[in-house]
């Protein structure tokens, strides 16, 4: 028997992303920061420049500066000085005269076009030109790159290493950023143990604040990690009481499912709105969302495959909301099937690929492994997502996957 759905409350990754993203209002706090320390910040409002690049004509090529027009009457020229990038020939090129010239070097007065050295030939001052060019030959035009007045980069956008180095193409060295946004990262759960302690029985090591801490490092945030805590009414009231006063957004993983032990669910019905969702996603499902007395709130589950991937697909929108930087979305390819996979409909299942090229250049991928949302080697050892629709069920080999690589 075919399963339509695991359940018919399931809510779409689709509905759940746009039911969060509504709610949420766009920063308006911003800062002044060093363009050093601007990297993967984002943009409170345009930078336009009040310069253009290059500033002035410049040479292309080491070689000669000359007017294009005499070399349809002599081949030779006479050679009137040097002009160096940052040390200007100071004269004029007048008829029948040349300037040496280097690689970003002002094109002198008079001149209006460049020969590279290799095309020519010198025999004292006089120079030989082996190529008649035309005009603005290996000339660089003033404001080739960038015009006075243009919006080199836009409000809104996350500065990657290149933005920097534009930016500061334009002397620009302050820029307005939104202001980072305060997360806090709580685990629950009384089995749960520190990396580093001795295990009790029946205890595991938490790992999902390691996974979620590095996560976030590719946002601009500031991250509060509030530790373990056990699965007590006094003990998560006061964690989530704190991490609400210090944070914008409060993370915490699991205790969200119908588990017997969890109390999360009651402080969080006592601090705030929140709601609990059952998402048609798998790994994932349970997801709990909304606002407590003034953070937003995301309550992940608490198997580390499922925290991973909701983390992913769920949070990171928000985040991305929330620190003003345009939705961005992921690459994706579609490869082949090496093999089955399998996958009953009911929920968008991410899991966990590994794609490669065979020799004729086709692009495959096969499931890694055990994909249960504990087998946190799935991902570790995947090098893709391969992203199979809601509705979709068993893939077979040689049919077409949306992968979405690491
Ligand atoms: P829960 O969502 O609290 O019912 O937890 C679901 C499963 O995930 C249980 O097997 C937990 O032991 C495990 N788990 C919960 N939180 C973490 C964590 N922070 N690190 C590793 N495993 C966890
Ligand atoms: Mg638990």
Not at 312 to 338: C, D, M, N, R
Request: hydrophobic share 40%; with cysteine.
């Amino acid at each position: 028997m075919l399963h339509t759905c695991d359940n018919p409350g399931l809510l779409p990754i689709s509905e759940a992303i746009s039911a969060i993203l509504l709610q949420l209002e766009c920063p308006n706090t911003q800062e002044k920061v060093t363009l050093v320390s601007a990297r993967g910040r984002v943009l409170a409002k345009d930078i336009v420049s009040k310069i253009q690049v290059p500033p002035a004509d410049n040479s292309a090529m080491d070689g000669y500066a000359m007017r294009c027009e005499d070399l349809a009457i002599s081949n030779n020229l006479q050679l009137m000085g040097t002009a160096l990038a940052g040390q200007p020939f100071t004269g004029t090129v007048a008829e029948g005269q040349c300037v040496r010239i280097m690689t970003g070097a002002i094109i002198p007065t008079g001149a209006n076009s460049v020969v590279m050295q290799e095309n020519t030939q010198a025999d004292g001052n006089t120079i030989t030109f082996k190529q008649i060019p035309d005009e603005d030959n290996s000339v660089r035009k003033a404001g080739e790159d960038i015009q006075l007045g243009q919006v080199v980069v836009a409000k809104d956008t996350k500065l990657t290493a290149a933005h920097l180095a534009l930016i500061a193409s334009i002397g620009v060295a302050e820029v307005d950023v939104t202001t980072k946004l305060t997360v806090g990262l709580i685990a629950t759960g009384d089995e749960l143990t520190p990396a580093g302690q001795d295990l009790a029985p029946g205890a595991i090591y938490e790992s999902n604040r390691y996974a979620l801490q590095a996560l976030l490092e590719d946002y601009p945030v500031k991250v509060i990690d509030y530790g373990i805590v056990k699965d007590d009414k006094t003990s998560l009231r006061k964690v989530f009481f704190q991490a609400d006063q210090d944070c914008d957004l409060v993370l915490s993983c699991g205790g969200v499912s119908v588990g017997d032990a969890d109390y999360v669910k009651d402080i969080l019905q006592e601090l705030g709105e929140i709601n609990f969702w059952k998402v048609a996603i798998k790994p994932g499902k349970p997801f709990a969302f909304g606002k407590l007395k003034q953070a937003w709130f995301c309550g992940l589950p608490g198997n580390p495959v499922s925290s991973y991937v909701t983390f992913e697909q769920l949070v990171t929108p928000l985040i991305e909301k929330l620190t003003g930087q345009q939705t961005s979305s992921p690459h994706y390819f579609i490869a082949k099937a090496a093999e089955t996979i399998r996958k009953r409909p009911g929920r968008a299942d991410y899991q966990r690929g590994i794609f490669y090229r065979d020799e004729t250049g086709e692009l495959w991928v096969k499931p890694n492994g055990k994909q249960g949302s504990g087998i946190m080697s799935s991902i570790a050892n995947a090098n893709c997502y391969m992203m199979l629709p809601q509705e979709s069920a068993n893939i077979n080999q040689g049919e077409p996957v949306k992968i979405e690589p690491f």
